[in-house]
DNA sequence: CGTGCCAGGTGCCAT
DNA sequence: ATGGCACTTGGCACG
């Protein structure tokens, strides 16, 4: 592939020619190959995939997918910094391994029908409305959750895992803040229940659920727990 | 495309005759577009991509991809069910929307180096060694937890979540387990300790949890309330 | 490295 | 649809 050239397409390729291909290309271009193929995964678990069609794709960083036809998720995969091998046999074998954990995913190939090699610069990403940001804005401007409110620790740690927020009421007593992005579940309630478990052996303290929304049953929780949930609008009005 | 050809390529496509490809086949076949592109994701959250070369992969279940040169996850991404529609202006540009949550991805187009059309059947998929194989296990052979135990009732519903395993011990106590397939984590304790405190306001009751491992600090605090850790090998003897 | 935890989590299954 | 939760979760930040 000359420098000027974006990608290069492999129609049917043999084995061999497949093989070389992946040599020269796979640690400067992420390749596509679309082929029939089956799959056996073992490492954290155990799975095969019996032979059909499957996209495969691996990343110059070591990623490999195979997807099939429907669904977000691919079927199996390797992380990031995965090896990748090739042997030939009766049928192409690609071998994609890992350390830790250790894992392997073996891709028996018996028909290839393309191949292409891309050189693929990405651009930069940006993203807004993560949790972090709901913290942020509480901390620039703490009467949005409360009147009186004074932050004093962004991720405190404790044995029992990590506050998002620690803060004081307008009372001075200590106020543990957990933010969620999405509806709120028993999960996060539990989580702010451990905080304040640590927390009240040593003073007292209220702990505060923030969120846009709480399911039923963890609104139930929070009451009968003395916790507190207060609705967040993201209008940051 | 024939009903005998498994793909067809499409070489630095025009706009308009990507257009038309995507048309013809997107209810019956995944697309593999190459392009230079920036993309706006607005929905649950809001991000932006500039400018740079992606992987477009849309299926023909609404999946939308957008790869970039590196890591497992797509940069942004639309799940199954979304819609696509294409609008040809200076660049071109496919929107794809879902309803629930409201969502949508822009896709700037700029250049298209390559698209791909591919009929993609895939195969069955089977995976072992999920949580699910553990409590199986622990079912058919309820000595393996410990000598006595006797299963009740698998995913036992309370406001407070859903019991993995629900059994009694040798003495008749009722035994709460909650099994984690990798290390367990604080989130493991205190999802057990939910079980428990709802559990133990009607009969006394017993807390087991059931992995491979478990963090240090986890297991502080699972002696801390007075719950049990069982180790998980994973060998079954 | 291990630990903790968010994520536009996704996917599965239950009511 | 809402909810509870596992997932080969992945990814990141921090000790």
Redesign the interface.
Known sequence: MSFLE??L?K?NPSFESLQEFISNYQNTH?L?I?VSC??FYTG????????????I?R???G?L?I??????E??N?Q??GSSLKSKCRRNLILISRRRHPKEEIKIVISKI??A?A?????????????ENQMVQQVIAKPYLLEEGFTPLKREFQT???NIDLLGKDKKGTFVIVEFK??KAQ??AV??L??YVEYLQKKHPVRGILVAPGITK?AE??IKKWGLEFKKWLSKAS
């Open positions: 974006k990608y397409v129609h992420m596509i679309f089956k799959v954290r678990a155990k799975s095969t995939l019996s032979w059909g069609d499957h996209l794709i990343k110059k960083d990623t997918l997807h099939g036809s429907n669904k977000r691919p079927i995969w992380p990031p029908y393309f292409v891309v050189d693929c610069r990405e651009g930069k990403f940006q993203i807004l409305g993560t044995p029992y895992g992005r999405g028993l999960s539990s989580q229940k451990r049953s139930e929780l």
